[in-house]
């Protein structure tokens, strides 16, 4: 009786393994961590991002999975909000002595300066973490991150359109396990993104790209770190700052030389400092509302503000130099100014475009932009070129030698020479007699 007790406790014990077992298998087939995901630029860039709502007792956390490319990165990172002043980010780096794990630094920024470490949040790199030479891996769990008082932030959890965004650091490495080490400015411009949070609401665990509540993903295989945080402002101020100087600023410079009326050279330069005064102005209202270099020290600002200077000068020394000529009728010496700030500011101002795109991660843009700048100035180089031709055979042909040889006139010298009025030879008999006189020396 004991033996089959035994043999029955064993075997129900066994059983009830056996249903744990099968249910917890198939529990968990069924069951999945709800997520959102977004993925940018697929490719060698790749940049995925994957976060999961828990709710119960971990309702004030938040899991996140980010992939991001390590290979000539000193640093990525992943932030919540719609713009880097007080939001909470996350900054991704190699750990000391470069173990292969990452170290990941929970940050807050006061402005657009260098974040440093909130401990508002508290971050738990998981084991599946990992850093190769090309990719950051990073699985996290981020507690009490849904507020935070260092900035007053917080994330919606019940949005369908959560904003966040991901920075990629500049060239170089970055090994330490210090929380607060010392990050250089990313060089390109943050992408900003949205999530939908509400449908990543459910049972706790690491989010995977891929799950339910995906976003639209970007994975074209482009360049999408960049414009960013305002793309309409940028879009706007790009593409007024690119007609201006890529349309404009020639088109005046070639009615000039192909018609040779100074009012319409005037009217279409004034048309295009007009419109580099509105990409000035958007470009400075883009910065210092979205906190992208609010103080204007990037060389694309400081470069655009001394082009737009040198422009006014131009347009200010044609405009004064021009109506001197027509008070006096003799060249101003201001022209010679106005000729060199001229070619100058559009010399510098496809310097600054190519800076420009690279800071907003277009680089692919600056072989189009260049190639096309380039076509532009060669039509109207080449015009200009053909009206000085035009003009050189014009001139040769109305001169007056042209003239008398259409009309078949020569030189015809005259017939009778002027006499000559050189001095006037002497008659030998005109001599004096001393002359003849004159004894032969004597032996």
Known sequence: MFTFRGFGSKAAILSTLL????????????????????IANAGSNNVSVAVNVPEGADKKDLYFHFEAPAKGRSWVGLGIGDQMTGSLMFIVYRSEGNTGEPTVSPRIASGHVMPRQTTDSNVTVLSSSKVTDDRFYVDFHCMSCREWNNGGGKVDVTSSDASFYFALGPDGTLESDDLNVQINQHPDIPTLFGLDLKSATGTNGVPTIGSTGDQDSDSDGTDDYGPGFTSRGLAAHAFVMGLAFTIIYPLGYLLLRLFER????????SFGVFLTILGVGSGIAVSIKNDISPKLTHPHQIIGLLTFFIILAAWTLGLIGHMMYKKKGVPSPLMKGHRIAGPLSILLGFVNTCIGLAWAGKRIAIAGYTVFDLLVWIVVLSLVFWKKKRNMRKQATNS??????????TYDPPMNPPAYQGVAMQNLDSRPAEYYNVQPNKP
């Open 19 to 38: 249903i744990s077992s099968l249910y917890t298998s198939t529990y968990a087939q069924n069951t999945t961590i709800p997520s959102s995901s977004y």
């Open 262 to 269: 100074v009012w319409l050279h005037w009217a279409v330069q």
């Open 400 to 409: 007056a030698a042209a003239q008398n040889f259409r009309e078949g006139q």
